[in-house]
């Protein structure tokens, strides 16, 4: 057992896009590593600015929490809290710039499993509006929680796959993430609305001889805290919010208040080890995540092993009900008293429980839930797209040039500071040779001393431009690679059958990323083109310093080039407002095809329901046409029945006279 805290980090994402375009400013401000101000607030946590990766997020917050929790045998909870468009779903599942936790804690699992008898099964798991929802088999049943004395809590019927890689493990969280957006688009349900659970489970042993190590990673995603006067969250996000002030008090903490902090229970019981990262705007929108931290904070763990063995579990149930069987079979005379009875039905119960637990048995049942999540998918018509096939070999290599993008960013970043930092440098030599040349009487040797230190910067610039410029070239090439590995691992995107809701959904995304990863683009060719004419500016500067003079012909062809320029600016902002109007027409139409669309599938949705209630009634008219004429036939059926009925009765009585004249006349 050890003693710790509940460590908590906040995450500032940059800012947006459309943030940008609306002006919107940072008032979010990261000092150092454990103090972040939003305004005049100031509050002491550990913080990750804007530039941080999930990466760096990862390796030094979670990385030795999942190597201990793994090789030990305890829990670990990862919770995301903040408001709705805050970043936490990025956090979990990553972007195109870089992978996300989960991907990296599925690389940390398997690499620490090794070669070691092992299994690790995932489940995923949506709570809106205090309903489970099945992430990875979404077929229509009802999931309840319950409590079993042997193996704990448990969600009756959900689903559990067994995965073999890293790369598996993140496919099926994929597949499932893209399984939720059908379904909120199905229900009409903000993902910001909603909860979600994903559970890693990890067993393993290093020899058939040793103890099983059994551990639990829980991926916990929080719904927006800004959402606290929705009805659909209102309760639980209320629930989740006393969990640290009760865990501090020496009550009992209130997990069954919802049936989110049920699901939690495992990795917050104060024996698991627990991180919360909180998510804010740049702009600072709300502190909520930032005050929610600070009350767990306060949550002192005692970090407990696992130490359920369902080998050893079966073996001592299994002596549990031979010796109950015993008992009662050893019983000479008489009732069997009820208790012995309950001791076997009791030990028969929590042996069919453990033996679920099983390996072999979680194995088998891996392969039933795989065979019916591909029916339930192909039964909506989404199998192809949710299921979109990549190989192990691709998928390998998208997360290698992921991890060199993000490194060769991180590089970019670093030199376009050193860079920025010579520029400084330079011009302020430059303005300090200019006010010694001058001053009168200033000596020949302090002036080249000083052009000398000029050129020095200025090569060491030029060196640090190359560089830089070179980097900018790796980015692109690894960025094309990653297109590449992507068209050809995925595939052409499908469309999705019976579903034109979502398939124009899909495709507005990939524009909006399209155009996300334009912008990004063009920011950075501005930013170079920029250091570019502030070095030549700067290289000008200094040939005036040394008294460089150009002629007649050389300021007519600066004239002419400036003039080129110009026109060529001016065109290209020409260029590019046509493009705009474009693309606003485009979207004008492409708004009005899909209202026609709506219009007319609402329209033929009502001709549809207009045919099936004629239909209904003419089915409802035969119907009681036959029932009236099945009644009026069983009518006569039954008088006919009476009236043969009493024609046999005298019949009967005829004959009955006719035996006693024969007698009488025989006589």
């Not at 599925?106 to 509006?129: C, M, P, Q, W």
């Not at 704990?152 to 957006?181: P, Y």
């Not at 009900?321 to 009662?328: F, G, Q």
């Amino acid at each position: 057992m050890s003693e710790g805290r509940v460590r908590t980090a906040v995450r500032v994402r940059p800012l947006t896009t459309p943030e940008k375009e609306k002006g919107g400013q940072k008032v979010v401000k990261v000092s150092g590593e454990d103090k972040i101000s939003v305004g005049e607030q100031n509050f002491s946590v550990r913080s990750f600015g804007p530039d941080a990766s999930t990466s760096q997020i990862y390796k030094s917050l979670l990385e030795t929490s999942l190597t201990q929790a793994v090789t030990k045998g305890h829990n670990l909870g990862i919770v995301c809290v903040g408001d709705s468009k805050s970043g936490k779903s990025t956090t979990l599942g990553g972007q195109q710039h870089g992978p996300g936790l989960v991907s990296l804690a599925a690389e940390t699992i398997f690499k620490l499993i090794g070669d070691k008898s092992h299994f690790v099964g995932v489940t995923y798991t949506n709570v809106h509006r205090e309903k489970l929802v099945d992430l990875i088999n979404p077929e229509e049943r009802e999931l309840k929680i319950k409590t079993h004395p042997t193996v704990g809590m448990f969600v009756e019927g959900l689903s559990e796959l067994s995965v073999k890689s890293a790369e598996e493990l993140v496919r099926i969280f994929e597949q499932s993430n893209k399984l939720r957006k059908i379904l909120e688009l199905e229900m009409s349900i903000a993902s910001t609305e909603s909860h979600t659970l994903f559970s890693v489970m990890c067993e393993h042993r290093a020899t058939p001889e040793s103890s099983l190590t059994t551990s639990t990673i829980q991926f916990i995603n929080i719904a927006g805290l800004n959402h606290r006067k929705i009805d659909a969250v209102s309760n639980s996000l209320k629930c989740f919010e006393a969990l640290p002030t009760e865990l501090q008090g020496s009550s009992t903490p209130g997990f069954g208040g919802s049936k989110l902090t049920q699901m939690c229970r495992k990795v917050m019981d104060k024996t698991s080890d627990l991180v919360v990262l909180g998510h804010v705007s740049p702009m600072g929108h709300s502190t909520d995540a930032l005050e929610h931290l600070q009350k767990w904070g306060g949550v002192a763990l005692s970090i407990k092993p696992n130490t359920l063995d369902t080998d050893e579990l079966i073996w001592e149930l299994r002596d549990r009900v031979a010796a109950a069987r015993k008992v009662i079979l050893n019983q000479k005379s008489g009732d069997i008293p009820k208790e012995h009875i309950a001791e076997l039905e009791s030990g028969i119960s929590a042996l069919k429980a453990a033996k679920k637990l099983h390996w072999e048995e979680r194995e088998r049942t891996s392969s039933m839930v795989e065979v019916q999540r591909r029916q339930t998918l192909a039964d909506q018509g989404i199998l192809e797209w949710v299921l979109e096939k990549t190989t192990t070999k691709s998928s390998n290599s998208v997360q290698l040039l992921q991890r060199e993008k993000e490194e060769l960013v991180t590089e970019y970043k670093g030199q376009r500071g050193s860079v920025e930092k010579m520029k400084g440098e330079l011009q302020a030599s430059i303005n300090n040779h200019t006010t010694l040349a001058e001053q009168p009487n200033q000596s020949e040797q302090v002036l080249q001393e000083s052009l000398s230190k000029i050129h020095k910067l200025r090569d060491k610039l030029k060196a640090g431009n190359e560089k830089l410029k070179d980097l900018k070239g790796s980015i692109r090439d690894v960025q094309d690679k990653l297109k590449t590995e992507k068209a050809v691992g995925g595939g052409e995107e499908r469309e999705i059958a019976g579903s034109f809701t979502l398939t124009l959904t899909l495709r507005q995304d990939e524009m909006g990323q399209l155009k996300k990863d334009n912008e990004t683009f063009l920011e950075e060719e501005k930013e170079r083109l920029m250091g570019d004419a502030e070095q030549e500016i700067a290289e000008i500067r200094l040939s005036a310093t040394q008294g460089t003079t150009l002629t007649m012909e050389q300021v007519m062809a600066v004239q002419e080039r400036h003039a080129q320029q110009s026109a060529q600016l001016a065109h290209v902002a020409l260029h590019v407002q046509c493009l705009q109007a474009e693309n606003e027409k485009l979207r004008e139409n492409i708004g009005a095809l899909t209202t026609a669309h709506k219009t007319e599938t609402e329209t033929q949705k009502s001709r549809n329901l207009l045919v099936f209630r004629q239909y209904k009634d003419y089915h409802e008219d035969m119907r009681r046409e036959t029932n009236t004429r099945y009644e009026q036939l069983v009518a006569s059926c039954v008088q006919d029945a009476i009236f043969l009925s009493s024609k046999n009765a005298e019949l009967a009585e005829e004959n009955t006279e006719l035996k006693k004249k024969l007698k009488h006349y025989t006589m």
